[in-house]
């Protein structure tokens, strides 16, 4: 017997969906708590002094590096106007493009001893062997944090300079007339008011920092999401990588009350519609000079790296042509991808359509636990996703198997080792994206909508259908942009839960990292970027549209 079409049947789907986020860290605790004692006291030994102490820098040095990099880029091109400022305004957001992986990647044979920025440095120098000349070695912290921070620090730029385009110019104004120069403004007014603004990136890029595996591997830092991996893959030891995962959960956790606390008193407002800040126009070398400095994280985070992958790309197709294994490997990629937006734009339209319904009839307690709840999953690294999975996709896959055998069929898999458990983790980690795309269109179609759907017999479901998918069209289109690039470029989860002799665009670039063949591995992952550059074009536009008005 069906329930009928009220706002209660959408509540518990969303709910239902909830749950289903939560399994994974559910899950953790229980195997990590099932894992013997003597397992706790040797990863205390021995694995997580270090992996958590090279974690903790990582983050630290990241964190500060993109916090100065994001602001002073979205400060530099607000406050002030200069040739080319309008085209290095959406060409900062361009290294979003690049996962963090590849950057690892095409750094390392650029800056190898016998690569092409060492071998010229040689050359102008008049050195002719690299046991003459040679840089430092990239693979250490300090070089992770640099690379690293090359490509995250447009979420910190995106959302400050959301806050600065916004900020009111009286504001600004009023601090100039009490003689404060240019640099007392940013750092006494401005930069003051923006703090919750850089709090929010800060922490979105420390969370990306912490799904990262592939960059810090290359790299040779052993960070506790590289512990997880080689513990379950290499030791095969399920409980010591959940007792690592549930660690890395409390870095999260820390973070994100990090977040909240950063921005719990800073509140401002105003009685007046804020006039936007007008940029003062910069001239002759001080033009030149903010151009050099602007145009500096695009060069080493983007350009260089998408140069690099361009020539060795072509060198491979001249020379041998595209693999077919490289080919099967952008067709699983593209299979996985649509598969997981079609399911996540699924379930984050009935948890943000069960929200939508508890406002209008203002009960929203259980329907808002829904939906942060359903979110979380984007602040789970993909490796402590995947891991948090494998315990329920195995109990699963038991109690099917024994039912199956009780109908008289074959014992198998339904789920572990197959494409629909990779399906499910990238689902559940980027529901979160598709729920925030959403729930931003929904907010644009007013409640008379609702209110006249119902005056004329519409329940929920037929409101839905008929009033506000048809609006939801251009959301709908972005939020499945954005989770289908997501997909593309997640290596982590994909490593763990990947069937035998399945490869991706992200597996077979990181696999061809492994045997330092380049040349192979450049083709996929200027694939990866090529998909990356679509998101970040909408991003821009955005940005542009929200700059007009």
Not at 223 to 243: E, F, M
Request: charge should be positive; glycine fraction near 8%; aromatic fraction near 8%.
């Amino acid at each position: 017997m069906s329930l009928p079409d009220t706002p209660a049947r959408w509540l518990l789907a969303a709910l239902a969906i909830a749950a289903l986020v939560l399994t994974p860290v559910l899950a953790l605790g229980w195997v990590a708590l099932d894992g013997s004692s003597g397992l706790w006291s040797h990863l205390l030994a021995t694995v997580l002094p270090r992996a958590s102490a090279n974690t903790v820098i990582v983050l630290l040095g990241v964190g500060v590096l993109v916090a100065v990099t994001g602001t002073g880029c979205a400060w530099l091109v607000t406050a002030y106007a200069f040739p080319g400022r309008s085209v290095l305004s959406w060409a900062l957001l361009l290294p979003l493009a690049v996962p963090t992986y590849i950057v690892a990647y095409t750094y390392l044979d650029l800056l190898h001893p016998l690569g092409p920025v060492q071998g010229t440095l040689r050359w102008l120098l008049g050195y002719e062997s690299p046991r003459d000349f040679r840089l430092p070695d990239i693979r250490h912290l300090a070089g992770c944090i640099v690379l690293l921070s090359l490509v995250l620090y447009p979420y910190v730029y995106l959302t400050t300079r959301a806050l600065f385009m916004t900020q009111a110019a009286s504001l600004l104004e009023a601090g100039r007339s009490l003689g404060a120069g240019p640099v007392a403004v940013f750092f006494r007014v401005a930069l003051p008011l923006a703090r919750p603004a850089i709090a929010v990136g800060v922490v979105l890029v420390l969370l990306e920092t912490l799904n990262d595996i592939g960059a810090s591997e290359f790299l040779g830092v052993q960070t506790l999401t590289v512990a997880i991996y080689t513990t379950w893959v290499t030791r095969s030891d399920l409980a010591g990588a959940a007792q690592i995962a549930l660690s890395m959960l409390v870095i999260v956790l820390a973070l994100v009350t990090l977040e909240r606390h950063a921005r719990r008193h800073q509140r401002y407002a105003t009685t007046q519609r804020p006039r936007p800040m007008q940029p003062q126009r910069l001239h002759g070398a001080r033009a030149a000079l903010a151009l050099v400095i602007g145009a500096l994280p695009v060069l080493a985070g983007f350009l260089a790296p998408a140069l690099y992958l361009l020539v060795e790309a072509l060198k491979r197709l001249r020379g041998e042509g595209a693999s077919p294994q490289l080919l099967a490997a952008l067709g699983n990629t593209v299979a996985i991808a649509a598969a997981t937006t079609g399911a996540a734009l699924l379930l984050a339209l009935v948890v943000s359509w069960a929200l939508r319904l508890a406002r209008t009839h203002r009960r929203r307690g259980w329907a808002g636990f829904a939906n942060r709840s359903a979110s979380l999953g984007y602040a789970i690294p993909g490796t402590v996703m995947a891991i948090g999975l494998l315990v329920p996709l195995g109990l699963f896959d038991r109690w099917a198997s024994d039912v199956l055998v009780a109908f008289g069929g074959q014992a198998r898999l339904l789920l572990m080792g197959t494409l629909w458990a990779l399906v499910l983790a990238c689902t559940l980690r980027f529901l979160a994206v598709a729920i925030g795309g959403i729930e931003a269109g929904l907010t644009r179609i007013p409640p008379s909508l609702d209110a006249a759907a119902a005056a004329l017999g519409d329940g929920p479901t037929r409101t839905l259908w008929r009033v506000h998918l048809p609006l939801l069209r251009p959301s709908l289109a972005a939020a499945a942009l954005l989770v289908f690039v997501d997909t593309m470029k997640e290596l982590p989860a994909t490593l763990v839960l990947r069937p035998m002799n399945f490869e991706t665009l992200a597996t077979w670039l990181y696999a061809e990292a492994a045997r330092g063949t380049y040349e192979e591995g450049a083709l996929a992952a200027l694939l990866i970027v090529l998909a990356g550059l679509a998101p970040v074009i909408l991003l821009a536009r955005t940005g542009a549209t929200q700059g007009e008005r």
